[in-house]
């Protein structure tokens, strides 16, 4: 299929011009004014709109098997409805359960992942240790394209991984040229938090932040970045929630550690008032972690991802409806953790961004699409609209608005957490892989279309560091060595 998107505007994380774009075979073929649309292509009529690279969403849970339950949105409805909403690309995570071998989490990951409709890549989570997870870590990066592994320091008795579990991770991730993610919280903390919380009565869903504090994730977040330090290795945290996180990441960049920060939209948008709301249903719609945060914590995290402390923006897309959180009716902390938000986040981020003057355009397009696909080394093939990248492109229309509801939205959830938000800026034209795959709310996608995408390591990237250390080392021989 070939397409010819006339008469937009593009817009790339770092350039606003005029241009046509072809693409053909599933790839982009020409940017350019004028260009003709040769025989049989399809011409998407693009004036008035922007024409931005796709959404990338790098964190994702569809149909994780999680707190006694299973994610409702599977990879295929959790594809759709991201690419109704303008993201055509998700990273989602492995998550071995502690025993089960790494390379037997990832077949089965990668078994129900083969009905996605959009491209897809996993992080893999390092959630026990033993020689076999030291030996897959390699077969993943050497042979599955997975160059980032994630450590949940929450979750303690199920997938949280301790300080010995973080070195030993973080030094073979070092070894082998992966970058480290992970969720920042203290599970030790979390988990007496929550036994005092219901000792002293508190059993309603305003526990759940409560025994959360922001202090929590700023000591993980702390910690986490430290132990990168002194391994040497990149260390990104995801849904950065807090300011006190977010110092954490400020104060390492500052010192020059490769250290990046994500922000979901929830954590943008919603304060914790909402855990105080009389309906359970309401309430426990909104239990994810880290919880929504006190008012304030908003606009610092706007205000980093302006300054460019936090690089990328996610949802932490995982969807529980109803009737499963209703396993927490009587205990906080039974009530699966997670919200929904794949579909709605780039249009939330450009009006909640663009729209009120605190992003640019271009840092718009950073932040939903091309950071991602720098630091997780798939650029320029995804994050850019240039000859040769994957036709993975949005038309966007500034002057149409609509209003967000889990009435209307494509996401196998029955709550919106941005529900009645009136979003102006939306995707008119969706583009995977140089097919259309939504127009004007006609959705098309394909079950089974979306393709795995390899992830290489940062090779290069380890030996200029490599060098450099040398540079700096205090041996008379490593700086010969280095100058070599
Ligand atoms: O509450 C959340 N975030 N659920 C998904 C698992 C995780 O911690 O990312
Ligand atoms: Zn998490
Ligand atoms: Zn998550």
Redesign the pocket.
């Known amino acids: 299929m070939s397409i010819l998107i006339r008469g937009g505007t593009v817009v790339t994380a770092d350039n606003t011009f005029r241009a046509d774009v072809y693409t053909e075979d599933g790839v982009i073929k020409a940017v350019g004014e004028d260009l003709d649309a040769p025989a049989g292509a399809e011409v998407v009529d693009a004036g008035g709109c922007y024409v931005m690279p796709g959404g990338i969403d790098p964190h994702t849970?569809m149909e994780?098997p999680?707190m006694g339950t299973v994610a409702s949105e599977d990879f295929f409805t959790g594809t759709t409805a991201g690419m109704a909403g303008g993201t055509t690309m998700i990273i989602d995570f492995v998550i071995p359960n502690p025993q089960e071998k790494l390379m037997d989490a990832y077949n089965k990951w990668r078994g129900w992942s083969e009905k996605a409709a959009g491209d897809y890549s996993f992080h893999v989570a390092v959630t026990w240790w033993d020689d076999s997870v030291h030996a897959d870590m390699k077969t993943l990066t050497e042979e599955h394209g997975v160059n980032s592994f994630k450590h949940?320091m929450a979750y303690k008795g199920a997938i949280m991984a301790d300080d010995e579990i973080l070195v030993n991770s973080f030094t073979r991730a070092r070894e082998l040229g992966a970058i480290c993610t992970v969720?920042a919280e203290n599970g030790e903390l979390v988990f007496r938090l929550q036994q005092d919380m219901l000792e002293r009565g508190i059993t309603g869903p305003e526990g759940h932040p409560q025994s959360r504090p922001p202090e929590v994730e700023g000591e993980a977040a702390n910690r986490a970045i430290r132990i990168a330090q002194v391994m040497d290795v990149p260390l990104y945290v995801?849904?950065t929630s807090c300011k006190d996180a977010l110092d954490a990441i400020i104060r390492a960049r500052n010192e020059g550690q490769r250290v990046f920060g994500e922000a979901l939209a929830g954590h943008l948008l919603i304060d914790d008032s909402v855990y105080r709301h009389p309906d359970f249903e309401f309430a426990a719609a909104h239990v994810?972690?880290p919880p929504f945060r006190p008012k304030g914590h908003q606009e610092a995290l706007w205000l980093g991802l302006q300054a460019g402390h936090l690089q990328t923006t996610a949802t932490?897309h995982?969807c529980f409806c109803a009737p499963q959180k209703a396993a927490g009716i009587d205990n906080f902390s039974l009530i699966p953790?997670?919200t929904g938000g794949v579909e709605d986040r780039m249009h939330v981020l450009w009006t909640h961004g663009v729209g009120t003057g605190r992003l640019t355009m271009n840092e718009f397009v950073a932040v939903t699409s091309t950071n991602a696909a720098k630091i997780f080394n798939i650029y320029p093939r995804k994050g850019s609209i240039s000859v040769g990248a994957d036709a993975d492109v949005v038309v966007w229309d500034p002057e149409k608005s609509r209003t967000i509801s889990a009435e209307t939205h494509h996401q196998n959830i029955d709550f919106n957490i941005f529900e009645g938000m009136t979003v102006k800026g939306v995707n008119t034209v969706t583009i995977s892989q140089g097919n259309i795959v939504y127009q004007e709310g006609d959705v098309r996608t394909e079950k089974g279309a979306g393709r795995y995408i390899d992830r290489p390591c940062f090779a290069p990237y380890y030996s200029a560091m490599e060098k450099q250390r040398a540079l700096h080392a205090p041996t008379s021989v490593s700086r010969v060595q280095a100058a070599e």
């Open positions: 849970h994780l999680f949940f969720h995801v849904h994810m972690s932490d995982c953790n997670g």
